[in-house]
Nanobody, 125 residues
Framework: QVQLLESGGGPVQAGDSLRLSCAAS????????MAWFRRAPGKELEFVAA????????HYAGSVKGRFTISRDNAKNTVYLQMAGLKPEDTAVYSC??????????????????WGQGTQVTISS
């Protein structure tokens, strides 16, 4: 069956860096666009970053642009989120999603078919 497994979360201090990983199985990974979303306590699911199937196109939410970098390794069936300059407001559960859809709606969670369980990232000031 399809599985997306996130890892790399944890408690860090403001200003620190962290790299999240999302390992996929059960899908032909190279055919899927991938994205990271996050949900902060008491808030709605928020788009963070997306990457195309080949990795040549990336998109970022304005709140993370310049601080976060999404990348993928199709040989390892893994997508990454490198986070730098972390702020307390980045505290959330981060989840990865996979989609076969292409186009302009990469920031909509409804476009993603498969989801991981998420990994908690907590930033203290």
């Amino acid at each position: 069956q399809v599985q997306l497994l996130e890892s790399g979360g944890g408690p860090v201090q403001a200003g620190d860096s962290l790299r999240l990983s999302c390992a996929a199985s059960g899908i032909t990974f190279a055919l899927y666009g991938m994205a990271w979303f996050r949900r902060a306590p008491g808030k709605e699911l928020e788009f963070v970053a997306a990457i195309s199937e080949s990795g040549d196109i990336t998109h970022y939410a304005g709140s993370v642009k310049g601080r976060f970098t999404i990348s993928r390794d199709n040989a390892k069936n893994t997508v990454y989120l490198q986070m730098a300059g972390l702020k307390p407001e980045d505290t959330a559960v981060y989840s990865c999603g996979a989609t076969l859809s292409t186009g302009s709606y990469y920031d909509r969670s409804s476009m993603y078919t498969y989801w991981g369980q998420g990994t908690q990232v907590t930033i203290s000031s």
